[in-house]
């Protein structure tokens, strides 16, 4: 070989390789993905939200590194529906998983799927409420309803396969009832506890809240090993952690309703390639946007039947929009229940269409201590109105409410002729939701199969198993 022909091989052979890199340094990156979802966590209940008596170092640390939404909302305010629907990105009456322990349906399409297709490695570690079909989804797992659901959080992501990007799907059990002692995490003075106005401000209610303070502290906890083990294994800067709930507080007028208090989540992004820390997003998000904002991330093309819109903009322009209103719904939980809610940046529209029925929390908040408390109020009569809501029967078929000047949603509106234009137009979005999304109702209710006060079987019931 002569010497030219020599440097032109070395030149060839050294623009390729620069070739290359720069292809490498081009293509697209890949991140992976970790979910944290806590079991009955409301909005406001951690620092990052405002609650200054409740320690959660760990969430806050997670708020002030990455991107904080203020108007993030869940589909539904009940466990399993709620979990389907950020799942496939769909509507629990489109999951054909509407309500509290339906299954997820084999036909259902999942972000899951469409990232394992694409050689994404997956998990589910921690509490399991999806149904006996859907563990194919995912490469393991790990079913952990004992304490916190969390003890086996770190040691799967050190057991995960390290050539494959990951998403992860840490599912905890806290802060859902029973409230039962956990030790070594704080205990709350109860003076400090901070009590809604929808809830009675006596003993039993400050003694459940601390309790309930407490194993928020415990999840708290477990958060901040999830980002310490991404940081000990440096995947932190191109991992996608998400926080939030899968409905509001186990307090009566919180979870289950299509209040506020139900169906609001705290909802935290970190992911530093793309967030700037500190952040804070006003734009409305519901749950079905989890699924098609992942997989734009991930590169892969969203499936349609994904109901939701990516807000995958809002984590560099948090200052932007993506939708002008979010829909929940109220199906059975424990009780035969159907509401349909709107709800846009000022105002929150919901159909009732069992007003006959009372809005009785579920079962494990009615044999609560301050659920019976409230009972005993009412029969007193000292029980004030914002706090009936519970009890009340009939209750009104529509309800609206201006929740920038009202955000505990105690004054309705749906009868003030001065918000009548804005009632018709809530009515038109839940209409036009409805037909777009196929929500028809049922042919019949379920039966009644618990007392309302007591949550103890009604005589000659036969529960199902």
């Not at 040691?155 to 806290?174: H, V």
């Not at 169906?263 to 793309?274: D, E, K, Q, S």
């Not at 000022?346 to 908040?365: G, H, Q, V």
């Not at 618990?450 to 009604?458: A, H, I, S």
Request: proline share 9%; hydrophobic share 40%; with cysteine.
């Amino acid at each position: 070989m002569s010497r030219l022909a020599g440097l032109r091989g070395r030149s060839l052979a050294a623009a390729l390789a620069a070739g290359a890199v720069l292809a490498a340094c081009a293509a697209p990156i890949r991140p992976n993905f970790v979910i944290i979802i806590g079991d009955d966590l409301g909005r406001g209940d951690a620092g990052a939200y405002g609650n200054g008596h409740i320690l959660t170092p760990n969430i806050d640390r997670l708020a002030k590194a990455g991107m904080r939404f203020d108007r993030a909302f869940l589909t539904c305010s009940s466990c399993s529906p709620s979990r389907c629907s950020i799942l496939t990105g769909r509507y629990p009456h489109a999951t054909g998983a509407a309500e509290l322990h339906h299954p997820l349906p084999p036909d259902q399409i999942t972000f899951v799927d469409e990232l394992r297709a694409g050689g994404y490695y997956t998990a589910s570690i921690g509490k399991w409420h999806l149904g006996s079909d859907a563990p194919r989804r995912f490469d393991r797992v790990l079913r952990d309803n004992v304490g916190s659901g969390s003890e086996h959080w770190i040691e799967a992501l050190r057991e995960r396969p390290k050539n494959k990007p990951f998403f992860f799907w840490l599912a905890s059990n806290d802060p859902h009832r029973p409230f039962e002692s956990v030790e070594g995490y704080p205990s709350y003075d109860l003076s400090r506890m901070v009590v809604p106005p929808f809830l009675p401000d006596v003993a039993e209610t400050r003694g459940e809240l601390a309790l309930y303070y407490r194993r928020i502290s415990r999840l708290d906890d477990y958060v901040g090993r999830v980002l310490a083990e991404l940081e000990t294994q440096k995947v932190a800067d191109r991992t996608v952690v998400l926080f939030l709930s899968d409905n509001g507080a186990p307090f009566p007028r919180a979870k289950v309703t299509v209040y506020d208090s139900g169906i609001a989540t705290p909802f935290l992004v970190r992911y530093p390639r793309m967030v700037r820390p500190g952040s804070v997003s006003l734009g409305l998000v519901s749950a079905v946007d989890i699924a098609p904002t992942i997989l734009e991330l991930a590169g892969r093309t969203a499936p349609a039947t994904i109901q939701g819109k990516s807000f995958a903009r809002l984590l560099t322009h948090p200052e932007a929009s993506v939708r002008d209103w979010i829909a929940a719904e109220h199906n059975w939980h424990d009780f035969p229940a159907r509401e349909r809610a709107i709800r846009t940046t000022r105002y929150k529209y919901i159909l009732n269409s069992y007003p006959d029925l009372p809005a009785t929390p579920p079962l494990d908040e009615v044999r609560s201590e301050t659920f019976q408390a409230m009972r005993r109020l009412r029969d007193q009569g000292r029980l004030p109105a914002a706090q009936m809501g519970c009890f009340v029967k009939p209750r009104p078929a529509e309800e609206l409410y201006d929740v920038e000047a009202d955000p505990f949603e105690l004054q309705n509106l749906a009868a003030d002729q001065a918000h009548a234009r804005t009632l018709q137009e809530m009515r038109a979005i839940l209409a036009r939701w409805q037909r777009e999304t196929d929500d028809r109702a049922p042919p019949g209710r379920p039966p009644e199969l618990f007392d309302r006060d007591t949550g103890l079987p009604l005589p000659g019931v036969t529960l199902p198993h």
